[in-house]
């Protein structure tokens, strides 16, 4: 599949969104990933693919990618990439996808792991669907991505509840204990770094007593708890 970029958007001091038009035909799920291809001299380890989830809603039919600008060749082409570039996407996939809304969930975001709690979000606001959540977003510092569009989301929709939590160490079971009530019954989708998603996981099995199938999680490689 060939994506066309019409549009460049800084989202904080090191996000940028990149919006693409994407052949006729392409659809996908809230949620989900794909890859995204950019050729260019002397790559790095990170090479010339990287997986993005997509940051927009499926109703808006554009493919956005959002991404800090980390110090990889990759990062670098991408960001240099004149407007109406064209590049190759492949490999849609992930489950990281909320089918009915009507449970009880707990959102967990590190840092540029909201993109894909956006885009669940955004398609549930489109239509007229309500959550009961509560999003806990972790960041380094006050600057959070898409920091407007949330409070618009709960604004509308009174069951979801936003934390922001300002700490290096982000997110752990104390802050969730803190946050909500009763912490057997929902389900729990947890995007960020590889690592911090890792020790989740385990800390939630260990902790919390939260079962394999209550947690859903999205990995994003390349990142780590310093740079995310």
Do not use: C
Not at 27 to 47: C, I, M, R
């Amino acid at each position: 599949m060939q994506l066309a970029l019409t549009q460049k958007r800084n989202e904080t001091s090191d996000v940028v969104s990149f919006i693409f038009q994407p052949e006729a035909g392409f659809s996908w799920k809230a949620g989900q990933y794909l890859t995204l291809v950019v050729p260019h001299d002397n790559p790095d380890e990170h090479g010339t693919e990287h997986l993005f989830t997509i940051a927009s809603a499926p109703f808006e039919g554009v493919v956005q990618i959002t991404t800090r600008l980390t110090g990889s060749t990759f990062k670098k082409a991408l960001n240099d990439l004149p407007i109406g570039s064209t590049l190759k996407a492949k490999d849609l996939d992930g489950d990281f996808v909320l089918d009915n809304p009507s449970g009880d969930y707990v959102l967990i975001a590190g840092g540029i792991g909201i993109t894909p709690i956006h885009s669940i979000l955004k398609q549930l606001d489109h239509e007229g669907k309500q959550i009961q959540a509560t999003l806990l977003y972790g960041n380094r510092t006050e600057e959070a991505v898409f920091k407007d569009e949330l409070a618009q989301f709960s604004t509308k929709n009174p069951g979801l509840t936003i934390q922001y939590i300002i700490s290096p160490e982000q997110i752990n079971e104390t802050v969730v204990q803190k946050f909500v009530p009763d912490i057997s019954s929902p389900t729990y989708y947890i995007s960020g770094p590889e690592p911090m998603v890792e020790t989740l996981e385990k800390t939630f099995a260990e902790k919390l007593g939260l079962s394999e199938e209550q947690m859903i999680r999205d990995y994003f490689p390349g990142y780590d708890q310093k740079n995310f």
